[in-house]
């Protein structure tokens, strides 16, 4: 075996060990077309029988994607139109410093009103910022009184507060070479994310309710990534120590 899977598996031994289940949960983002590999992706979830959190973007969703999915399958709002409005040369996002508060909630009030007429049941009150970032301060703690509960980024959650009032429920593993080629990161790269955030857990370093998240992003995956996510769903299917929940707020 890899002996980047034995030191997956032997982490998740310790969890046992000690009579504990490492939560984990599946976030994907950028879901709006049912392309081919967004179908497949549908497919390795429902056989898995694992819940999936579809971080949908409001302007581009279609509804044929939830006709006939994984009951499991629930949707989080990824933005509205997922356009980078940032300054030239700043960090990318769609929420930037400059727009105004109520221009920026009227739009995702916006989109949060489509995904909900798409997928009427599925919608969890969380936000998913397109690039994990909200570049305005006053939007974020504006997020609460719009009627949204958590936030969905990347990274552990802070011990402090960001005084939004939201809680956090982020991912942890990326399986994607952002800053290279743009594919599977390899197995010993991701794996070791995942290592390292559940031994931060089990060790006290990090919050142990945090459930560790994998995130995938199926429009960009090769054959290796979708090679590695059903390796990581039979691998963790029937191990005592594991449990896929899906996101609770």
């Not at 006939?68 to 700043?90: E, F, I, K, S």
């Not at 690039?131 to 509960?149: E, F, K, M, Q, T």
Request: hydrophobic letters at 45%; aromatic letters at 6%; a neutral charge.
């Amino acid at each position: 075996m890899n002996p980047a899977w034995s030191s997956l598996l032997a982490e998740l031994a310790r969890w046992q060990e000690r009579g504990s289940v490492a939560e984990l949960w599946w976030r994907d983002d950028d879901a709006g077309k049912l392309t081919p590999a967004l179908s497949r992706l549908l497919g390795l979830a429902q056989v898995a029988r694992v819940p999936l959190a579809l971080a949908a973007v409001p302007m581009d969703l279609e509804a044929s994607i939830l006709d006939a999915g994984n009951p499991l399958v629930t949707v989080l709002q990824h933005g509205v139109d997922h356009q980078n409005r940032a300054a030239p040369g700043a960090k990318k996002t769609e929420f930037a410093p400059d727009e105004g508060v109520e221009s920026a909630l009227q739009r995702l009030l916006l989109g949060r009103a489509r995904l909900e007429l798409i997928a009427p049941g599925r919608v969890l009150p969380v936000l998913v910022p397109p690039w994990n970032r909200v570049s305005s301060p006053d939007l974020l703690r504006a997020l609460a009184g719009a009627g949204y509960r958590a936030l969905s980024r990347f990274g552990p959650r802070g011990a402090v507060s960001d005084g939004s009032g939201l809680r956090h429920l982020n991912t942890h593993v990326d399986i994607i070479d952002w800053r290279g080629n743009r594919g599977f990161a390899g197995e010993e790269l991701v794996l070791a994310q995942a290592v390292a955030h559940l031994q931060a857990r089990r060790l006290g370093l990090a919050d142990a309710l945090e459930p560790t998240g994998f995130l995938t992003h199926h429009a960009v995956h090769d054959a290796a990534a979708w090679s590695f996510l059903q390796a990581l769903l039979e691998r963790t299917a029937d191990l005592a120590s594991v449990r896929w929940v899906r996101p609770e707020f």
